[in-house]
């Protein structure tokens, strides 16, 4: 009787390891946004996408390096089960004073990490206005102050068209600050693909956002 109890418990610590293991393929994290779990049927796999908004400037990379971003992460998102039309990428970024030259706001190198981010969301709405995005509300970005600090957050569409054809592309745009920098953080999906729309948005919604981190702490000595 002994002997099946323990071979209980190990088949049972066996399908327990297997369970954590299969949770933890199935989490996203964009560094500096947070940890997310994935849709079913969809992952992140690090990755540039090329992407008809930024072919003009030359691609996503040439587009962001010109803003002198650091700390740069890209993802392409697949499905297991893909549509006729698949398609989709995250990218997350660091921003700081060079951004703030590059942008025409070097005036406020010196304002707190959080009026910086309101700089920053301020000059990305402008920026999907004028290109004609979609959205709900007064602006795309809001700003959000919770238990988790302060960020700001927005979901819009924009339509592109490439020989003719309409696309039509949904994107999650997150500014945050873990203390020290500022993240931007983006999500693009297909917006017709209404279901992955949609668990996008949980996901995103339900991420584990990053706790703020005190850089004097980490060099302070004992």
């Not at 951004?99 to 309101?118: N, P, T, Y």
């Amino acid at each position: 009787m002994k002997k099946l109890t323990l071979m209980g418990l190990v088949l049972a610590g066996t399908l327990l390891m297997g369970t954590q293991q299969g949770l933890a393929a199935q989490t996203f994290n964009l560094p500096g946004i947070g940890e997310m779990r994935e849709p079913t049927g969809i992952s992140f796999e690090p990755g540039v996408q090329k992407t008809l908004l930024f072919s003009e400037a030359g691609g996503i990379q040439k587009f962001f390096n010109s803003l002198r971003v650091t700390g740069s992460q890209y993802f392409t998102m697949t499905y297991s089960d893909p549509p006729d039309f698949s398609y989709g990428w995250a990218m997350s970024h660091r921003l700081g004073i060079p951004v703030l030259f590059e942008i025409g706001e070097f005036k406020h190198k010196d304002d707190s990490l959080e009026e910086q981010m309101a700089v920053y969301a301020d000059y990305i709405n402008r920026k999907i206005i004028e290109n004609g995005g979609k959205f709900s509300g007064v602006s795309p970005l809001k700003k959000i102050k919770d238990r988790s600090g302060t960020r700001w957050e927005g979901y819009f569409t924009l339509r592109s068209e490439e020989k003719g054809v309409p696309f039509h592309e949904a994107y999650w745009v997150i500014l945050q600050r873990d203390g020290y920098f500022v993240t931007l953080g983006i999500i693009n999906a297909d917006a017709d693909q209404k279901e992955a729309v949609r668990e996008i948005s949980r996901m995103v919604a339900e991420r584990k956002i990053p706790k703020n981190v005190n850089y004097a702490d980490i060099f302070r000595k004992e």
